[in-house]
Structures are given as structure tokens and as C-alpha cells.
């Protein structure tokens, strides 16, 4: 009797966690469930994501750039394309689509976006190749490759490139200047920013450009694609969202944070040399 109830209790608890593994999934996939509403950051910038990744456009003064395309799954596009719309921008104005790492999360709904927009899409080298394997023919079309120092300059708006890899081969950083009502804050964007190798030398590299990344001068903002990917206590991205949403006249715009950027620099860069100590 105890072994029986004791068995069908724990059926019961696989099947629960089974239960919600499945429903994870199915979340991650559920446009329902992961829709949500676009907002503006600064003048040229706007949240147009999701809850689990985020996607941004950049407006300019001739035309928009998005950033990443979210994943292909049934109804995403159609999200994306209709929070662009929401926050009064027109999808056909983007003229260049940056995809800033090889995680469909980032880049599935490219191919999509491709057969929809007229514009130039691009990323870096190394990402172009992981995007084309795991794809094959599906892949989408390879217009532009990202490179490290370069600038592209859209009307009034300068966005500077640089290779970041760690999170995949080729990630991209963006530099960039964002507005608050007129005032200029350059913000930095890290393309991917959770290290996914175990080969010291290139662990090595994620740190070295981290510590190169703390040296740039006047960074003031931080851009995020995930939610959480704040300083330690920092809010999250929707928390931010609100408090921007409820901020009063003379109050800091949430998003200007500088020292925050540095710790979490600071904090990333020991967690990397704890990773490299133990792949060594
Ligand atoms: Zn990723």
C-alpha cells in the first residue's frame, strides 16, 4: 500500500513536471503568451520584442533600423511588424535589419522579415555561417556582414560595430547615440553577453573585450536583449519600463545609469576569469 501510494505519488509529480516542461516549451513558442506591449526608451529608440528577447528600432532621420528579429514561430513576424507599427513607425521604413547573434531567438524571424521588407540585413561572418548551417535553404538571404570597427552612418545616426564573440562566433555590439528630449547619451548595446564557450582562449577574448569595452569613454546607457541582463539588484527591463512609464518631470531617465554599466562590466568580467580558472 505505502509502495503504491507512495509510486502513484510520484507519477503524479513527473507527470506535473512533464506538465510544465511541455507548457514551458509551449510558452516559448505561444505569441500569446509572450506578446508584449512596445514602448519608446528615448526619442530614437523603441522596444518592439517580446517577453523572452528583445527587438529595437532605431529611427533616423532617414528611415529605420531594427535590431534582431525575433523567432520564426507561427505569429511572431506578425507581432514584431505590428508593434512597429503600434509605437506610429511604418515597417517599411526600415532599410537595415542587424542581427546581432546566430540564436534563432535573435535571428528566426529573418527570413520572414526578408520576404516582407525591402531592406539590407546583415551580421557578422561568423554568424552568417552558423545561421546558413543550421538553416540550409531556409536560410535567410546574406546581404551585409558586420565588421569589427566598422560604422554605418543612416541619415543622422552613426552605429558603430564591434565583434564581441563568447556568446557565438560572430556576436555584434552596437555603440550608439540615444535622446532624451534632445539630450545625447551614447549607449552601449552587447549583442550577447552570457559566455557559452569552455575553450580558454576564447574566454580569454570575451574578458579582454569587456575590459576594452569598460575603457570607452562617456558610455552611459546600457541596451539589453534579455530582461534580466542588469547589474546585480539592477531592475529588470519591464521594471524599467514602468518606472520610465511613471517618471516625473526633472526625474533621471532610467536607462541614464553609467555606473551601473561599469559593475556590470565589473561583475561579468569576474564571472568569466571563475569560468576560466575552471577551464583550465
Ligand atoms: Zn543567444
Given at each position: ?8 505519488l ?23 503568451f ?59 521604413d ?17 527570413r ?35 565588421r ?26 552596437l555603440?550608439f ?81 553609467p ?14 576569469y ?7
Open positions: 500500500m505505502y509502495y503504491s501510494i507512495r509510486s502513484l510520484l507519477t503524479l509529480g513527473l507527470s506535473l513536471s512533464m506538465n510544465a516542461a511541455f507548457s514551458q516549451q509551449d510558452q516559448r513558442r505561444d505569441i500569446d509572450q506578446a508584449m506591449e512596445p514602448f519608446q526608451v528615448f526619442d530614437n529608440l523603441y522596444f518592439v520584442g517580446i517577453k523572452a528577447v528583445a527587438s529595437y528600432v532605431i529611427e533616423t532621420s532617414a528611415g529605420l533600423i531594427l535590431i534582431d528579429t525575433l523567432d520564426g514561430f507561427e505569429g511572431f513576424t506578425d507581432h514584431l511588424l505590428d508593434n512597429i507599427r503600434e509605437v506610429g513607425l511604418d515597417p517599411n526600415i532599410e537595415y535589419v542587424f542581427i546581432l547573434q546566430a540564436h534563432r531567438d535573435h535571428y528566426g524571424g529573418a520572414e522579415l526578408q520576404s516582407q521588407l525591402n531592406a539590407v540585413f546583415g551580421s557578422a561572418e561568423e554568424d552568417w555561417q552558423v545561421i546558413e548551417d543550421n538553416l540550409g535553404d531556409q536560410a535567410p538571404r546574406r546581404d551585409m556582414v558586420l569589427d570597427g566598422r560604422s554605418l552612418t543612416l541619415g543622422d545616426t552613426t552605429i558603430h560595430f564591434e565583434h564581441t564573440p563568447g556568446h557565438t562566433p560572430g556576436t555584434t555590439s555603440q547615440s540615444v535622446f532624451d528630449d534632445g539630450t545625447e547619451h551614447l549607449a552601449y548595446f552587447h549583442g550577447g553577453s552570457a559566455l557559452r564557450t569552455d575553450e580558454p582562449e576564447a574566454i580569454q577574448i570575451f574578458i579582454d573585450d569587456l575590459a576594452r569595452i569598460k575603457t570607452i569613454p562617456n558610455i552611459e546607457v546600457q541596451i539589453i536583449n534579455h530582461h534580466d541582463i542588469h547589474a546585480t539588484g539592477a531592475d529588470d527591463l519591464f521594471t524599467r519600463a514602468e518606472r520610465l512609464q511613471n517618471r516625473q518631470p526633472g526625474e533621471p531617465h532610467p536607462w541614464v545609469a555606473n551601473e554599466f561599469q559593475r556590470w562590466l565589473d561583475e561579468l568580467i569576474a564571472d568569466s571563475e569560468r576560466l580558472a575552471q577551464a583550465q
